[in-house]
């Protein structure tokens, strides 16, 4: 019996040293069990991060583009969705709803190359000689007309930007002078020395008080053409 003992309890103490391998063996697969999870957890934080953020920017760019565009028309009955499926205010709309604003006007070109910009119309000086009727009609093709001369200031101008004789929209007709927009002469500037002529020429070459001259409307000399815009 005592040796039966002995044998068993030898048996026991044989077999802890295993069962405590076992235990560490275990205790380490649990640790390295923990780890994962808790590299897991914060791989998930980082992506909800990083969801967060994108999230936050989408919001601030939606923010800063509804403040920067244009602001639609209401209530003015103009528009409908055939012609415009998202109307924006005109400038007239803009000055009435905000009328202290200041809108800055940008400069732009009127006339064509070649023609010279003065008041609201565009004036061109010939180059070619031609009857009074040629010229009319030499400027009638561009739209425009024989200049006509209504004011001080425009025959001034005229006077500083040639150096010819030009024929102007002044003609005779039933012993009146007539412009070609049919309305009669009112302020003249006539030469002292005028000639005879049933058609009226601007002569630059004399003082712009009085340059203006006679000829018969079958000479040829240059002219000028306007153009009103």
């Known amino acids: 019996m005592y040796i039966k003992f002995f044998r068993s309890y030898f048996e026991d103490k044989k ?5 405590a391998k076992l235990s560490v063996e275990l205790q380490g ?3 390295k069990q923990d780890e994962g999870k808790t590299g897991r957890h914060r791989l998930l934080c980082l992506i909800l991060a990083i969801i967060c953020l994108i999230l936050l920017i989408v919001v601030v760019v939606l923010g800063v583009k509804l ?5 639609p028309c209401q209530g003015n009955g103009r528009f409908n969705d055939r ?7 005109s400038l007239e709309d803009c000055q009435n709803r905000f009328p202290k604003t200041t809108f800055k ?3 732009c070109r009127q006339c064509a190359s070649g023609w010279l910009t003065f008041g609201t119309s565009c004036f061109f000086l010939s180059t070619t000689r031609l009857t009074w009727s ?5 400027c009638s093709s561009s739209g425009g007309s024989l200049a006509i001369v209504t004011n001080q200031t425009v025959q001034n101008f005229l006077t500083r930007k040639g150096n010819l004789k030009y024929w102007i929209g002044l003609r005779l007709e039933d012993s009146t002078w007539t412009w070609v927009n049919n309305n009669k002469l009112q302020q003249s500037y006539w030469t002292e020395a005028a000639h005879s002529g049933d058609c009226a020429y601007l002569n630059s070459d004399g003082p712009a008080e009085k340059n203006w001259d006679r ?3 079958q000479s040829t000399t240059y002219f000028i053409c306007q153009l009103q815009f």
């Open 15 to 19: 077999e802890k040293p295993d069962e």
């Open 29 to 31: 697969k649990k640790g």
């Open 67 to 71: 403040q920067t565009e244009p602001t």
């Open 83 to 89: 012609q415009s499926p998202s109307p924006t205010c």
């Open 105 to 107: 006007k940008l400069p």
């Open 134 to 138: 040629e010229s009319q009609k030499n």
């Open 215 to 217: 000829a018969s409307c």
